[in-house]
């Protein structure tokens, strides 16, 4: 970005080999989520199909009349009659498996209309065998061929139930009373039940795709898509996934069950790449619809210009996310998605039991995902309504986002190394503009308290990001407030990278697999509590070691004054307010900046006592560090200080890792103060016997 090159030489470089280090660091731990073959966006020339009423060009059915008949006995008459005829019809010149009837499309804009029943297709369940057994291709990171397009035609059903190819303007529709009348059950055998690749144009209609180690319903590749009233169910990872697509339109659909997200529009084509708040279009719009009861009920890897209006996202992990954290997806970094009037509530599930007590590492027909289980895909905090790791450009507007036992918004940033892209330029090139206004936080529709553990959790990195005014605790405990318009921020600032502290948790919790059971530990997102927490940890090594070093420099050469022994009183009550507030109880309130506030004043004071006692140079730096502190804990509680490329803290740990052996050294020494209490020299000869500890005026001691 151009204002790290504005940056002089010497900081730039050590920032450069700072992100290098964090990029490192995160880019070992990282999971690649969905691996496709290398495919471009669309041209953006296609448009959002409409939905065909004429009758249908060709019909599916099953061949027991009595099953379809007791299917179809509930339905209002005028439906149940339509079926009867359909399947009259259907049994003389209609196809048993739907992959049959998508065979027999020969032109655009032709109907499939499937009739109440189970359909497994049993045609496409067979392990591929002849030259469909022997492709050459790259495996993925777990473990299934990527495929070119090419390969899929040639063998379609290698891993897809229904695979739609290339066909265009088509429409598959249910003819049920409800959407789960018809039922395409993909048994755990396939990787997709329905795959539409380079088929623009595709319409979705009133029926269920279910139980594949992938995908229920995936659209690849297309210009032109809507999927309207489908519900998608009991999937290793996605329900619905569209993948680099434009003109889509998610509408009236559920999703549950799922590994990773209920609904995933990855790679959604990067229409507003550039731009700010004023965008032209948006590239899927979503509503209506229901996630729930997956790891995450809305997810997006390059999710850009996404409009998601309407819907519910509920009782899963995590409500919604949208990131740039994995590799290989077009439109990275994530930009422009808007959120708007969403119910997002309630997101507390914790699936990661099934991880660690073995039960995801069984074939997944034996897992019970029927029954409720759900196995974690990737690694991400439960209790959280939205997260976004690493985007920009996004506004949130209108949501009601209540009863997370976590946080209502989740905002981090993500390093280009985790993508691939080693440009220093790029290494700062996520979490900037972010808007999160008008939401109603804390309190459902109905007027009730509905409170969030904490509203805002921000690692700290970015420029222009803002938030709403009055929201109930965060960390930091102040944030930028956004202005009456998009783009209109109060406040602000433009950081190169996070907080040190939240970047390690960061790190931590990154290190998670679900084909190693691998659960981090330290990371409260497995949970880990008290002590276990890693922050929680580094609060009480920091704690410890000040607390000593502190101890015996008071000791040797601050007791004689009283100035030195109040301020080392306070700097032991900010060291223990300092792990108080690493804790999950108040990692969110004002009780760490009351912590960099006492500390502060502990070390200006000790400064001071140390300068009059000649040591000017100790004294300094001590001074130095107390000042640094101060103004950390302005930054956090007061205003984020703008224009700095790195936070206080980053400085401050700096300093204090000096200090700390500054400190150690001069508490060693055995001089004594200057006769008189005056001023000694920075560097006296060493006396034969210990420093006298008493005698000494306030200001005076060594």
């Not at 969905?34 to 599916?60: F, I």
């Not at 497994?120 to 070119?148: D, F, H, T, V, W």
């Amino acid at each position: 970005m151009s204002w790290i090159r504005r940056l002089p030489a010497v900081p730039r470089a050590l920032l450069a080999a700072l992100l290098a280090l964090i990029g490192l660091l995160a880019a070992a731990p990282a999971a690649r989520a969905h691996e496709e073959r290398p495919v471009t966006l669309p041209d953006g020339s296609g448009s959002v199909p409409t939905y065909r009423a004429a009758e249908p060009d060709l019909l599916v059915c099953k061949n027991d009349r009595a099953d379809f008949e007791r299917r179809v006995a509930g339905f209002p008459e005028d439906l149940r009659r339509r079926n009867l005829a359909l399947f009259a019809k259907c049994s003389k010149s209609g196809y048993r498996h739907l992959q049959a009837a998508v065979d027999a499309v020969d032109r655009p804009g032709m109907n499939i209309a499937v009739l109440p029943g189970l359909y497994e297709e049993e045609p496409s369940l067979p392990e591929p065998a002849g030259a469909c057994a022997r492709l050459k291709a790259p495996n993925s990171a777990l473990g299934y061929q990527i495929l070119s397009y090419e390969q899929q035609a040639a063998c379609p059903h290698n891993q897809n139930l229904v695979a739609i190819l290339g066909k265009k303007d088509l429409q598959i529709e249910g003819t049920g009373a409800a959407r789960t009348d018809v039922v395409i059950d993909a048994k755990y055998q396939k990787l997709n039940a329905i795959r539409a690749d380079r088929s623009d144009g595709v319409y979705f209609r009133n029926f269920t795709a279910q139980r594949t180690t992938f995908n229920s319903l995936y659209v690849l590749a297309g210009d032109g898509f809507v999927i309207d009233d489908v519900l998608t169910r009991w999937n290793d990872e996605y329900g619905f996934l569209t993948f680099a697509s434009d003109h889509g339109l998610y509408k009236d659909c559920e999703s549950y069950g799922n590994g990773d997200s209920g609904i995933y529009p990855g790679s959604a084509s990067d229409i507003n790449d550039g731009r700010g708040y004023d965008v032209p279009r948006h590239s899927i719009e979503i509503t209506g619809c229901r996630s729930h009861h997956n790891m995450v009920g809305y997810s997006g890897t390059a999710g850009d210009s996404v409009w998601a209006h309407d819907n519910e996202f509920d009782h899963n992990m995590g409500g919604a996310s949208m990131d740039s954290a994995f590799p290989g997806h077009p439109g990275l970094p994530q930009n422009h998605a808007l959120f708007q009037r969403n119910l997002i509530h309630d997101n507390n599930q914790d699936y990661y039991g099934y991880v660690a007590d073995g039960t995801c590492a069984k074939p997944p027909i034996a897992r019970g995902y029927e029954r409720g289980v759900v196995c974690p895909q990737i690694s991400m905090p439960p209790g959280t309504g939205i997260i976004t790791a690493g985007g920009n450009w996004n506004v949130y507007e209108g949501n009601w986002v209540y009863g997370h036992r976590r946080a209502a918004f989740f905002l981090s940033a993500v390093p280009a190394f985790i993508r691939g892209e080693e440009r220093w330029s790029k290494q700062a090139d996520t979490s900037h503009h972010n808007r999160y206004a008008g939401n109603h936080l804390g309190v459902d529709q109905a007027g009730h308290s509905r409170p969030n553990g904490m509203d805002v959790w921000w690692d700290g990195q970015g420029k222009g990001n803002c938030w709403q005014s009055g929201t109930s605790g965060s960390t930091p405990w102040t944030l930028p407030e956004c202005g009456a318009a998009r783009g209109d921020v109060s406040g602000g600032s433009a950081r190169l990278v996070g907080e040190p502290v939240k970047l390690v948790q960061l790190l931590v919790c990154a290190d998670y697999s679900v084909q190693a059971r691998r659960l981090p530990a330290g990371c409260d997102w497995y949970g880990a509590t008290g002590i276990a927490r890693v922050e929680t940890q580094i609060a009480l090594a920091a704690a410890a070691v000040l607390a000593l070093v502190g101890g015996v420099l008071w000791w040797r050469r601050l007791r004689g004054s009283r100035l030195g022994t109040v301020a080392t009183l306070l700097g032991a009550a900010g060291l223990a307010l300092d792990v108080a507030g690493s804790t999950t109880g108040l990692q969110h309130t004002v009780v760490p900046v009351l912590a960099l506030l006492l500390t502060g004043a502990w070390w200006v004071g000790a400064g001071l006592v140390l300068r009059r006692g000649g040591r000017r140079w100790l004294g300094g730096t001590t001074v130095l560090l107390g000042v640094l502190t101060l103004s950390d804990a302005f930054d956090k509680g007061v205003a984020m200080i703008p224009w700095t490329p790195v936070g206080p803290a980053w400085v401050r740990g700096l300093v204090v890792l000096v200090w700390v052996l500054w400190a150690v050294i001069a508490s060693a020494r055995h001089d004594a103060p200057a006769a008189g209490g005056a001023p000694a020299p920075d560097r006296e000869p060493v006396p034969a016997g210990p420093a006298p500890l008493h005698g000494a005026a306030e200001g005076g001691a060594a």
